[in-house]
């Protein structure tokens, strides 16, 4: 996994009536947090994980008319970015007769299909599940699974990574 250190402008906005002595400074952070994490992702710099600084205050502007205060704040995240070719482990949260859905850290979105798993077969049952041909391991809803990206693909419409996972090879697959 790929972690990149971003740093960005952005706008703080707190109402004048909340302000005290005690909690500008845990507005302004809440608020931050907000903006970093309510864009869930972004082609160049992947999925927001952390706020790591917050540059100093150096202006306040007050808006009269909406009885604001406007903050202008730099402040840094941490990202995280995922690459073909990488090794992650997910748990799964769907299974579907062609495949497996994965969610490995904010990626929620990770296709595994049946064809990159050898082996195994689809058993629907009241708990649908992936069992290998031997019999001695299964994948259903929950099981954690060790696996290779094969594809990431961005998604504009979503403004999300679809990535295309296998466990074709040594030491992939449930754990």
């Given amino acids: 996994m790929v972690f990149l250190e971003i740093e960005r402008n952005a706008e703080v906005v707190i109402p004048f009536s909340v302000i005290n002595s005690d909690t500008h400074e845990d507005i302004i952070i809440l608020d931050l947090h907000h903006k970093s994490t309510s864009e869930k992702t972004s082609k160049e710099n992947g999925y927001c994980v952390a706020i790591t600084g917050i540059s100093p205050i150096s202006t306040i502007h007050f808006d009269e008319v909406s009885r604001q205060l406007l903050i202008p704040v730099?402040?840094?995240?941490?990202?995280?970015k995922p690459y073909k070719g990488e090794i992650l482990i997910g748990t799964i949260t769907e299974i579907r007769q062609n495949g497996i859905i994965l969610k490995s850290g904010p990626m929620k979105?990770?296709?595994l299909s049946k064809i990159r798993m050898k082996d195994y077969e689809f058993r629907p049952s009241n708990e649908p599940m992936f069992?290998?041909?031997?019999?001695?391991s299964y994948m259903k809803k929950g099981t954690k699974v060790r696996f290779r990206?094969?594809?990431?693909k961005w998604i504009q419409s979503e403004e999300e990574f679809n990535i295309v996972a296998t466990i074709l090879g040594d030491y992939l697959g449930p754990i």
Wanted: net charge positive; proline share 0%.
């Fill in 74 to 80: 730099t402040f840094s995240y941490t990202a995280m």
């Fill in 109 to 111: 979105n990770i296709f």
């Fill in 131 to 136: 069992l290998k041909v031997n019999g001695l």
């Fill in 149 to 152: 990206v094969l594809n990431v």
